[in-house]
């Protein structure tokens, strides 16, 4: 119910694009997806589950708008220069929270109930809507035309452009990739490491931590090389820590998912960087959408397959799979890259 609406990615981001507004509509997705979570305090039985999957599809349409909204809005707030050190913030503090949010939402859960989670969750709607308010874009130096923006025009954009098709399509693999290995991560831990399915937890709390690392990192590597050549980079890094926990011995598993961690993020990072500096602000939020569908639907189609795959075949055998490819994504990346710097170099060489 959470991930359906991803396919509806640049559906919903045209719809954003025609709006236009998109510091208003990020308050008001904001303030009524936080009033529907709170009426889950209303639940005291498993008659109201029809309320839970309502308000968790309901979620699932907020993520995607509010991300497509986000991609549209930080340009006009942000100096260009800076979008990829806010955009690893984003990252960071995404991971950061995510490292802290379930263990509190238990401690709620257990000492009050559901009500007290819902009421908290739908405080920090609250709180992200009083945010965006103060947030202030700089007005477009001339009006830009909506009228005809259509689906159809975001998917044609990002289709045209080799640059943001390249980086948009290393992060879909990347989350494709690290979908099949995290489906493998119980076998790991119990086949193995022969540990207890709790140690899950730790390798996600220290895999966490990379991700962290790497976002706050990103602005500064992304003003040193190409997003393409960063997102390589954590392509190579993420294959590297895949099949360091292959191994099944506990030292390289550890510093396999650091390395996974830190690697993973950067081409989502790149995409969203590249997203909102090369698109024209008319079809910025249609265009996220479809990097969204791109991005996230791979991830849970990669999910069943690695589940489905965990139950016939050794754990061992799709990381390994997922390691090559992920070091084949990051080569073909690379490649990329040098063979633009080549073409460059000649044409600046036969001009002079």
Known sequence: MVWAPTLAGPVIGAAIDKVGRHRAALIGIMLTTGALVLSLMAVRSAGWLWLIFTVMLVYGIAYVAVF?????????????????????????????????????????????????????D?????????????????????PVSRERTKVRDGLR???????????????????????LAGAMTFALVD???????????VLAAIQGAGSVVSGLLS???????????????????????????????????????????????????????????????????????????????????????????????DFRVPLGVVGVLGLGAAGRAAWTVLGSRKGRSLVGGGSS
């Open 68 to 120: 497509a909204a986000e991609s549209a809005l930080l340009p006009t707030a942000i100096p260009a220069d800076l979008l990829g050190d806010v955009n690893g913030m984003r990252m960071a503090a995404a991971e950061s929270t995510k490292l802290t949010a379930p263990l509190v939402g238990a401690a709620l859960f257990t000492a009050w109930g559901g009500g007290a989670v819902a009421a908290l």
């Open 122 to 142: 739908a405080a920090t709607f609250g709180l992200a809507a009083v945010l965006f308010y103060f947030l202030r874009p700089v007005p477009a130096p001339r």
């Open 157 to 179: 954009y990002l289709a045209s452009m080799p640059s943001l098709r390249g980086v948009v399509v290393s992060a879909g693999v990347a989350l494709a990739l690290a979908g």
């Open 191 to 201: 086949e193995g490491l022969g540990f207890a399915p709790a140690f899950v937890g």
């Open 219 to 313: 602005g500064a590597a992304l003003r040193r090389i190409s997003p393409l050549g960063f997102a390589a980079i954590g392509l190579a890094l993420f294959a590297v820590g895949v099949l360091l926990r292959m191994t099944s011995l506990l030292p390289l598993v550890l510093v396999g998912t650091v390395l996974a961690g830190i690697g993973l993020p950067a081409p989502l990072v790149a995409a969203s960087t590249v997203v909102q500096t090369d698109s024209p602000p008319e079809l910025i939020a249609g265009i996220t959408g479809t990097v969204q569908l791109v991005i996230y639907a791979p991830n849970a189609l990669a999910q069943a397959l690695g589940a489905a795959l965990v139950a016939v075949v």
